[in-house]
């Protein structure tokens, strides 16, 4: 996969791609990420990216013409068709399946925006849609948009060495993880949860998936209302609720 990043931070962003899954993607070849800075497209020669916005107010406004040049430079480095997605707290809210759509594409332009935001007409111009990572500020689109090279990159297939450690993860079944636990078996008086040490795989997994429902209940109500939970997974959650009340 090609991934083209537009941001005044390049040097930023460049560094998803030297550490951990994301890291090992790109040595492997598996995906590529180039940078590209607005500052570069400039024509003056203080290579000015920003100015005032009209009506007046606080902060600098990105302008249209470098962010446009970048843009259509970055489109000449990836496939024909690849979207332009600006991080921006205007956006809708990135998740799994926005992760997912994207790990199927060849391509992607990412623009991270500065200040107090971009020319309107650019992004209505060159953009084709614009994501958020959750209500808060942040002061560039530059982390968000390491955020989502990092959960595409680890759904592009032979990312992780083990397919199956995607199909686990957060999210991909609409709820949250279970539980986790390692060797050894009793730290401080908390022992491993004995289904866990059963060797039984059809108990250990109806385990998992009552604790990815009783905690997606507890911690993301949210998640529950999107889902039409079927006889076995409403069984399995009010058997997690009893259980909690119970104190076991």
Same mark, same amino acid.
């Given at each position: 996969? /090609?991934?083209?990043?537009?941001?005044?931070?390049? /040097?930023?962003?460049?560094?998803?791609?030297?550490?951990?899954?994301?890291?090992?993607?790109?040595?492997?070849g598996m995906l590529s990420l180039k940078c590209l800075n607005p500052?570069?497209?400039?024509?003056?020669?203080?290579?000015?990216?920003?100015?005032?916005?009209?009506?007046?107010?606080?902060?600098?406004?990105?302008?249209?013409?470098?962010?446009a040049s970048a843009l259509r430079c970055a489109r000449g480095q990836v496939p024909a068709g690849s979207p332009v997605v600006c991080l921006s707290p205007q956006?809708?809210?990135?998740? /799994? /399946?926005?992760?997912?759509?994207?790990?199927n594409m060849d391509g992607l332009i990412l623009l991270s925006g500065r200040y107090e935001g971009i020319d309107e007409r650019l992004l209505e111009a060159e953009v084709d849609e614009e994501l958020s990572l959750g209500d808060f500020v942040l002061s560039g689109g530059e982390i968000p948009a390491m955020a989502v090279i990092?959960?595409?990159?680890?759904?592009?297939?032979?990312?992780?060495g083990d397919d199956e450690s995607a199909q686990r993860d957060?999210?991909?079944?609409?709820?949250?993880?279970?539980?986790?636990?390692?060797r050894p078996e009793e730290v401080d008086g908390r022992r491993v949860p004995e289904v866990l040490l059963s060797g039984d795989h059809r108990r250990i997994a109806e385990w998992r998936l009552?604790?990815?429902l009783g905690r997606s209940y507890l911690r993301?109500?949210?998640?529950?209302?999107?889902l039409s939970l079927t006889n076995p997974q409403r069984r399995l959650l009010e058997e997690f609720l009893q259980e909690r009340d119970d104190g076991l």
């Open positions: 996969m /090609q991934i083209v990043t537009v941001t005044l931070f390049p /040097q930023m962003v460049e560094t998803v791609v030297e550490y951990g899954v994301v890291g090992r993607a790109a040595k492997n500052r570069d497209f400039t024509t003056d020669v203080h290579r000015t990216v920003d100015d005032r916005p009209y009506g007046g107010g606080p902060g600098m406004v990105m302008k249209y013409e470098p962010l956006g809708r809210a990135f998740d /799994q /399946q926005a992760a997912r759509r994207f790990a990092d959960a595409v990159a680890r759904l592009i297939p032979g990312v992780l957060s999210f991909m079944d609409g709820l949250l993880d279970h539980p986790h636990y390692t009552k604790q990815a993301r109500p949210d998640l529950l209302d999107r």
